[in-house]
């Protein structure tokens, strides 16, 4: 009878630490991940770590490019590009190499702490453009759906040196971005204060940027918080840069080149494989002058892909239980510790030793 008592007792056990596991598990899914690349970013860097000085003085220049370089800067001839889009492309391709020299001088850390130390840093950048392109066409047939765009055919007259050339630009801009945001600011602010920090600061950032470049609208604000919050997790859940890189990029190109859709109701003035009409009168669905970035049904599908990204398992990282203070080491009791305990007083009840027992043999002993 005893010790079919104690086998039962560790039964119980086992049941319900698998149980507080299994909830914990989802809990620990929906918190914000602490990726290694960010623990290398504490290890190595300086106090320079976090400085508000140095963010706010390079968002400066950022931002002042991506308003000056539109009025001065012509595309290339055989870059077949909008003006506006090559202006922001060279100032992304400043804002990468400032971030970088920023990290590296001033910083005292490495490009892997960026987010670039992953061996399969080229199949991450492929699952990334993947979801850009899936995540694209959603928005895309939607807005047909609704009736905002529809397209008049492909176009049979395109130049491959000139299709080449936009997707260089916009992998630029999409790492310019990418490795001002996430790699120098998630990751700095992450290691000196916590990664709610990070979030929270390179979120401002990037929705600053967008901002600058859509144009102001409550929604093109939304979503800029809305995109920073989704490559942030991105970066988070991966441990890596490349992912991030891999959506933006082709985001970019297929809505730009491939799908012919600019922002807002501006006709296309460069080569585009489909031809797309544009009817911004909707200015909630459409975006009005902002286009598909400053949509409500945008909105809707990066809210949905930031809840895919909550639910998905971290790679390469640890949860960080207290990631609204500063970074550190957490030891928490856990479920299995709490198994072991039951285990240890079932094998007692089995050998007749409890509580009580125990002590009297400690008396007679002494």
Not at 15 to 22: F, G, L, P
Not at 33 to 41: D, E, G, R, T
Not at 108 to 136: P, Q
Not at 329 to 346: H, L, P
Request: charged share 15%.
């Amino acid at each position: 009878m005893e010790e079919q008592k104690a086998v039962e007792v560790a039964d119980e056990g086992k049941e319900a630490a698998s149980c507080v596991c299994d909830k914990s598990g989802i809990k620990d899914r929906m918190a914000l991940p602490v990726p290694n690349v960010i623990k290398l970013a504490k290890e190595s860097g300086s106090s320079a770590l976090g400085s508000w000085v140095g963010l706010v003085l390079m968002v400066a220049v950022v931002a002042a490019l991506l308003v000056g370089l539109p009025m001065v800067l012509p595309v290339p001839s055989g870059m077949d590009l909008p003006h506006q889009g090559f202006a922001h492309i060279v100032a992304f391709a400043i804002a990468a190499c400032g971030g970088v020299l920023y990290v590296r001088v001033r910083e005292r850390r490495l490009e892997r702490s960026m987010g670039f130390a992953r061996n399969d840093g080229a199949a991450l950048c492929v699952v990334g453009a993947v979801a850009g392109v899936v995540g694209l066409m959603v928005v895309f047939a939607l807005f047909k759906g609704a009736g905002i765009v529809s397209d008049s055919g492909i176009s049979t007259q395109v130049s491959v040196i000139a299709l080449a050339l936009a997707f260089a630009g916009y992998v630029i801009l999409a790492l310019g971005q990418e490795v001002f945001c996430r790699g120098y600011v998630l990751t700095s602010f992450s290691a000196r204060y916590s990664v709610a920090v990070g979030m929270a600061v390179q979120t401002v950032v990037f929705t600053l940027f967008h901002v600058l470049i859509v144009g102001l609208s409550v929604f093109s604000v939304v979503n800029g918080v809305l995109m920073g919050v989704m490559f942030g997790l991105m970066f988070l859940k991966f441990g890596s840069i490349w992912p991030a890189i891999g959506f933006h990029s082709l985001w970019y190109f297929v809505q730009y080149i491939i799908l012919g859709v600019t922002s807002g109701a501006q006709a296309a003035s460069y080569t585009t494989i489909m031809t797309t009409t544009y009817d911004s009168s909707n200015v909630l669905l459409s975006g009005g002058a902002g286009g598909f970035e400053a949509s409500a049904l945008a909105a809707a599908v990066y809210a949905a892909a930031i809840v895919c990204l909550l639910v998905l398992k971290p790679r390469d990282a640890d949860i960080d239980s207290i990631a609204f203070v500063n970074l550190g080491e957490t030891i928490v009791i856990g479920a299995e510790d709490e198994a072991d305990e039951e285990e240890d007083e079932g094998a007692a009840d089995k050998r007749g030793c409890g509580e009580s027992g125990c002590k009297a043999d400690e008396k007679k002993e002494s």
